[in-house]
């Protein structure tokens, strides 16, 4: 499981990349390494982002 520390803005910016970016080395078993990293790379920000968009309850208040 990957956990982000991000800012909004700095998550939306390495999504973009991981969504641009097109793995090209000289061996296809590599590739496929780097596409499923990046895949599991682009979900992890897509949940993170998720997460941060939605508003969190506050707790209640506990009184003695």
Known sequence: M???DLNQNDSEALLRHVEEFKP??????EDARL????LELK???VSHLED???PVAPK???RI
């Open 2 to 4: 990957i956990v982000f």
């Open 24 to 29: 090209s080395t000289d061996d296809p078993r």
């Open 35 to 38: 596409r499923d990293a990046l």
């Open 43 to 45: 979900e992890a920000l």
């Open 52 to 54: 941060a968009s939605t």
């Open 60 to 62: 209640p208040e506990r």
